[in-house]
């Protein structure tokens, strides 16, 4: 990388390609300070303290440091403690799935899949990070159980799943097992656990190609990697690198795209290129899984707080900030997004992990921590226990309330508790050339060997961040060491400002960047990083011009009154609902912001507790409305004309937020301003799961009767006979003619044109067919136009006789108001 370098009274300021850097007096008498701003970090050489790559796998810029060198203070203590006595630190009272002694992982002969894996992964690490003894003893128990099945020839763990697909093994739920395993052997020093991993990774490559292709696996194949990278860094032995290459031939081909719509696996799955690219040391690698990435951002990532519309599988066009993310996703996401700025160096990833930690995980969970939902979404004003009927989500069972959610949302509650305790221990890093790295900012200390002959650093980090602007690092060694400290800028930030021992150090930074201050370190040395915030907006183009309201790395979300209900559960595990109790359909008007900080009330990340706000101008939109359902209706094209009175709204941050506007339209006053429309409720006799009666009326153009590239309506699996679907009306209107644009899949599918139709209007109870219709056309490609004698009426029933044994659908509906 080209270097230029400013030498000024002893202070060098380095500056690379994307980032120079100027002089200014120096940080202190040490002539030796160093100050370079780098836009990504290139690891030299294979070094560092914490077992660095191998030959011939890529040097890493950054080190994983060993579970419970970071100790995390203020709001993310909070958060773990919450934990250690909720759901994930107290899951074997509440999961069937934990009974030890019914359990396949350590008894084979009973059953077991990937609940006690998830579980385990993130129970582990919690108990590391937060030394709490109960969590760390019913850990060594697991383990040890756990090790005791393994069998000659590798195996371990439930025996019927060596067989459970298509005769061959299931290795995905082993993949969190080793995760929990690597981090229990790096925090104890467990000798057991290379040789038990070698023993397993030797079982794995004796199976034949086609066993990586198979179930979950497929797709993740990304983690069992990162674990054999792990594993050969400890003993070179060459077999292992064989492995890696032959995961990557035979599972799921993310280089040239993506494999598949789901939501955990592309959390998962979209860095292996990256992730095999640290062997094969291809850049083409390392750019498929930024194209990854962007691809699934770019379409379904288009709101705030970091997620991705997937809630269950992506769907096209369902990428409305109402739609979420799986809690899974987010943890996986959070997961991913770590292990990439260690093999990048790149500070880009550290930013994206931020921004779900601050503001969308903590919304996935009740405060305390008791429960969890399957989806969070940045829109969303009621949470509760009904399942959506109308295709609004993937699914199409009850997944918005808080509770465990054992047998509800299964694998979400179990796989949770990885998020806290990961995000805990990657703040800090270990780098290359035997440094340090602040990677994510929260309260917290760090011990750790640094500078050539490994002297042990203590740095406390004093700071509110992500409500505070200002983190505070403060030095205690036994004798003066030389390290480079690294510090990261985040994207936002513009104008960085760096003390070293109260004397300001000059920077030009083009964020996200890395600032690295390189000096022999004494006891009782400080530094001081002001990351200054302003709030700002960000314009989502992609999903109608919507804006979200930031403040440096959190995003706010219009403060609803919530209603918190218990309808089930126990003292100890309740179960809640939460509604609105206050309006939420407003849009923004105009861009002036106050912020307001408000007294700490413990948890951040509660209605009461959040420590910022923000008033804003914004006027209600009365026809943005929830369905019948009570799922709140996707945007439309803004801005948007409103004639109610401008009001005076708070916000609030995100994270705090369980019911949530965050994605606002804009009003708009001038001649390009438009009016939103009132969405009639959609129903039918009958509709098939992946299906939506929203495909009815939502506006997308079908290409011709077989397109299946858009959202559609079907009756299918009913076959024959007469189906309806219809349209209820907020208020009475009067409609002149409708048109129909037929789903016909011939050729590959059983759904036709129908045999014939009419249209009904609803007349008190009684529905009653139009009067003087022209033409019911049934033709394919088209829509099919009937007009009729003017009707007002509040309710429109479209009526289908379907061929004898084939179904039907609809892609678009309009019943056109006179």
Known sequence: MERRTFLTRGLTVTGGVAAAGIGGRPADADTRDRVRVLRTVEAASAG???????????????????????????????????????????????????????????????????????????????????????????????????????????????????????????????????????SYAEATGDERITPFLMRYFDFQNRQPAEVFRRGWGAYRWGDTIDSVYWAYNRTGDGRLLDLVRKIHAGSADYVTGLPTPHNVNLAQGFREPAQYGVLAGDPALRAATYRDYDTVMGTYGQFPGGGFAGDENCRPYFTDPRQGLETCGFVELMHSFELLTRITGDPVWADRCEDIAVNSLPAAFDPAQRGTHYITSANGVQLDNVAKTHGQFDNDFAMQAYMPGVHDYRCCPHNYGMGWPYYAEE???????????????????????????????????????????????????????????????????????????????????????YVVVTRTWRQGDRVELRLPMRATTRTWEKNHGAVSVEYGPLTFSLAIEENWRRFAGTTAWPEYEVTAGSPWNYGLDGRSFSLRRRPTRGNPFTRRGAPLEIRARARRIPNWRTDDENVIRPLQDGPVRSD??????????????????????????????????LVPVASASHLWQGDTTEALCDGIEPASSGDESIPRFTWWDHRGGVEWVQYDHPEPITAAATAVYWFDDT????????????????????????????????ARDTYNRTTFTPVRASAFRLEARLGDGVSGGILEWRVDQV
Request: hydrophobic letters at 35%.
């Open 644 to 677: 109610e009175r401008a009001e005076t709204v708070t916000l609030i941050p995100m994270g705090a937020a369980r019911l949530r506007v965050t994605a606002f339209p804009v009003i708009g006053h001038g001649a390009d301003a438009r009016d939103w429309r």
């Open 427 to 513: 703040l800090w890093l270990a780098t290359y050339d035997a440094g340090l790295c602040a990677s994510m900012y929260a309260a917290s200390e760090v011990t750790a060997k640094v500078g050539g002959d490994g002297t042990t650093v203590t740095v406390t980090e004093e700071t509110g961040y992500p409500f505070e602007e200002s983190v505070t690092l403060r030095i205690s060694t036994p004798r003066p060491v030389e390290f480079p400290l690294y510090l990261r800028v985040p994207r936002w930030c513009e104008q960085p400002a760096l003390r070293v021992n109260g004397s300001p150090v000059p920077l030009r930074a083009a964020p996200p960047c």
């Open 747 to 778: 050729g590959h599918g059983q759904c036709r044109v129908p045999v014939s139709w009419r249209l009904l209007y609803r007349d008190g109870d009684t529905w009653t067919p139009v009067e003087n219709p022209s033409a019911y056309g049934t």
């Open 48 to 182: 560092g303290h914490y077992t660095p790559n191998r030959a011939p796998l890529r040097p890493a810029p950054f080190l994983k440091l060993p579970p419970g060198s970071v100790r995390p203070r203020g709001w993310l203590r909070r958060q773990l403690d919450l934990q250690v006595e909720g759901l994930n630190g107290r899951m074997p009272e509440v999961s069937d799935y934990l009974v030890y002694d019914t359990n396949g992982w350590v008894d084979p002969a009973k059953g077991g899949w990937e609940e006690l894996p998830y579980w385990l992964r993130g129970f582990t690490d919690l108990g590391l990070v937060t030394g709490d003894e109960r969590v760390r003893s019913l850990t060594r128990r697991w383990v040890d159980g756990i090790l005791a099945t393994q069998l000659a020839d590798g195996w371990f763990g439930p025996a019927a799943l060596r067989t459970s697909l298509e005769g061959g093994p299931d290795f995905w739920p082993h993949m969190p097992v080793l995760d929990a395993l690597r």
